[in-house]
């Protein structure tokens, strides 16, 4: 088997997957790939050396599994991006038969990649008033998609690729809701029109856009709540490219390092911080779970649990003063 057929395995599963949007996709579409190739150099490998017993993913076996992810250690890929791999892989290879991923939790003769669990990645209020000084400095169109991104993605909770593809027809100013219009896992786990809020302090800011968005398309119908204009003069949905190009210039200018998805994580976190229950901030994030959003968005911080645990014993003191004998 040639390293190419292997690969060439990837696109019939790709192709049969539901509930993915595009860059997601593309980012499991690039893992497997990278699989693939680590299985055909392991297979060739030298008599003595790391070796798998074959690069048939019918028959991958659970040696086979240890020895990959006993390359990736070697390699030193983080346990975080080992288990990316290997959960991208076990999807594949249960779609061709192969469930071996799924036995890794039954051995404990194989070393399995351990994330050590890290709080989220969260802007500071700081970092969020200089990103906001920034983007007001930046001109024309780029400008205004600047300085909705940085007003409305920590106010709302809005993935990278819901913000991209969310259309204006789902933006509701007067109950200030997002109906979003592709949200993540959507015909998996996740349906079309599922409510995201729209904070006080981003409110303004998206007023703001929508009026320059109606001067940018100058009387042009355009379904995209962020539309973008190609040289050939043609309007479609930003892309995910051009957003991120537009989040280096806002880095660039506020000296802020930051990732488009760190607002979402900064969204809850901040309402987490101002006390608002996390069953409320998780239905906001459109979390199936409170787990999900205790275990990857936001944590109630040591002392806000210190601060709760000595209000629910606060009593106020009584001072006993024995009165003086006449």
Known sequence: MEVHTLVASIEPYLAKLKGYDAETVK????????????????????????????????????????????????????????????????????????????????????????????????????????????????????????????????????????????????????????????????????NSGEPAPITPPARQAVLDFLTERQAYLNGERQAALVPWRSPDGSVDFIGVA???????????????????KDFRSTFGQTYIDKEVDTPSVSKAMRHSSTKTTEQYYGRIRSEMAFKHLEQADQKPLVQVVSSASH
């Open 27 to 190: 980012d499991m579409r690039r893992r497997l790939r990278n699989v693939c190739r680590d299985i055909w150099e392991l297979w060739h490998a030298p008599a003595g050396r790391l070796r798998v017993a074959t690069a048939d993913i019918h028959t991958l076996s659970i040696e086979d599994i240890g020895a990959l992810i006993e390359h990736w250690r070697r390699q030193g890929l983080k346990p975080a991006y080992q288990l990316k791999l290997l959960n991208a892989l076990k999807g594949f290879l249960i779609y061709y038969g192969n469930p071996v991923v799924l036995d890794l939790k039954y051995t404990t003769t194989i070393q399995k990649p351990k994330v050590t669990r890290k709080d989220p990645d969260v802007l500071t209020a700081d970092d969020c008033e200089r990103l906001r000084a920034a983007a007001n400095t930046m001109e024309g169109w780029r400008g205004s998609v600047g300085r909705l991104m940085v007003a409305l993605l920590p106010h709302s909770g809005l993935r990278p690729s819901e913000f991209c593809t969310q259309e204006l027809a789902g933006v509701d100013t007067r109950k200030w809701q997002i109906a979003v219009t592709h949200p993540k896992g959507e015909d998996k786990y996740a």
């Open 242 to 260: 051009t957003l991120r190009r537009v989040k280096y210039e806002v880095e660039a200018i506020s000296g802020v390092k930051f990732k488009v």
